[in-house]
């Protein structure tokens, strides 16, 4: 983000891409009889395993965001806008075609796994989300900021109401982007609650990130919000519960994971905006501006995308923790040193894709 460029974000990403990697190794790979509730090891592996996800929402609603917020002061948000919808749609595609299974198509089979809505699809519609609310909010900042947060207040406390949803009269492309029955991973909503806040904050930062003692003053908002967040979220939807008698807000308290995730989302911000200065420049910022490129070399090698050959078809559920902690270790190595030397940036792969459909318009 220049001028300004605020380091501490690509360090966010870094540590979300790095935790994914080791993440879905692990649990694609480990054998069940390894997974014990009761481990304490196993417990931390998993509850930060979990603000992978928030934490790359989160991140790119608000990078997006204060792109758009900047282009929009200089005059010129246009071309901001078109990379916008472009880049939304672009993830969507990359998403799908890391179903594909190039082997099972030639044999003439078709499977519905193609359709499942997966992290990349989400962000994608995300941004695209984010880029219309621009479009019409963009000259009344104030109230852009206010419907943001409201999106994302109403995306997690509505949880319960699509937490188990069906949905039989849409088509299935289209189903999934609301629905896990079919499959998919994640669904627009809650999702793009963390986008709406990332974008909120984005907000915050574009109009005040000038001001004197603006990052101690960020650094303590985030500590403080992400503790109450992780520790009294609960508590306030109970208590605006026996105040206005409304159910949801009970049943939203009862499981609250939405607010509390983000609460770990802010202090991970909190952390990486103090540490700022260090990270300048370094391999963990330089691992954060590639973060697309490692999604994709990961999910092929891990996944086996277009032959159906990856490690889960040759060792799904059969190491044991030694192997698996080991194996991560290797598997993140491997997917950098790719990433770093195939792919030298994220835009290696949009200026690939742009080169392809200039080809095809000529």
């Not at 806008?81 to 749609?89: C, E, M, Q, S």
């Not at 003439?108 to 796994?113: D, E, L, N, P, W």
């Amino acid at each position: 983000m220049q001028p300004n460029r605020l380091y501490f974000i690509d360090a966010v990403r870094a540590f979300a891409i790095l935790m994914m990697l080791q993440g879905h190794f692990i649990d694609t790979l480990i054998d069940p009889i390894f997974r014990d509730p009761n481990n304490i090891i196993y417990n931390i592996w998993s509850y930060f395993r979990g603000i992978t996800a928030p934490v790359f929402f989160t991140i790119s609603g608000l990078v997006f965001a204060y792109l758009l917020l900047r282009a929009h002061a200089k005059g010129d948000d246009q071309p901001r806008i078109k990379k916008g919808f472009f880049r939304g749609l672009l993830l969507i595609g990359i998403g799908y075609s890391l179903r594909i299974n190039l082997v099972s198509w030639f044999c003439g089979y078709f499977s519905s796994y193609f359709f499942v809505i997966d992290v990349l699809q989400c962000i994608g519609f995300s941004l695209i989300i984010l880029v219309s609310l621009h479009i019409l909010f963009k000259h009344f900042s104030y109230l852009f900021s206010i419907i943001l947060f409201s999106i994302g207040c109403l995306c997690f406390v509505a949880e319960p109401l699509y937490r188990d949803l069906i949905i039989d009269n849409l088509p299935l492309p289209i189903a999934n982007y609301m629905t896990k029955a079919n499959g998919s991973i994640f669904t627009i909503l809650p999702w793009f609650g963390y986008s709406a806040f990332g974008a909120f904050i984005s907000t915050v930062f574009f109009r005040h990130a000038h001001r004197n003692r603006f990052k101690p003053y960020t650094i303590m908002t985030f500590f403080v919000t992400g503790y109450l967040l992780i520790y009294h979220s609960t508590w306030t939807l109970l208590e605006l519960h026996y105040i206005t008698d409304i159910e949801l807000l009970k049943q939203s308290a009862n499981y609250n994971y939405l607010f509390i995730r983000l609460g770990n989302v802010l202090i991970l911000f909190g952390l990486f905006y103090a540490l700022e200065r260090f990270l300048k420049q370094s391999i963990i910022a330089r691992i954060g501006e590639k973060t697309l490129s490692i999604y994709v070399i990961h999910f092929i090698i891990l996944f086996g995308s277009y032959t159906s050959y990856g490690l889960k078809r040759f060792l799904k559920l059969s190491l044991n923790p030694t192997e698996a902690i080991f194996g991560a270790i290797l598997f993140v190595l491997v997917v950098c040193f790719i990433s770093f030397h195939y792919a030298k940036t994220n835009t290696f792969v949009y200026n690939m894709v742009r080169r392809l459909i200039n080809r095809f318009k000529n």
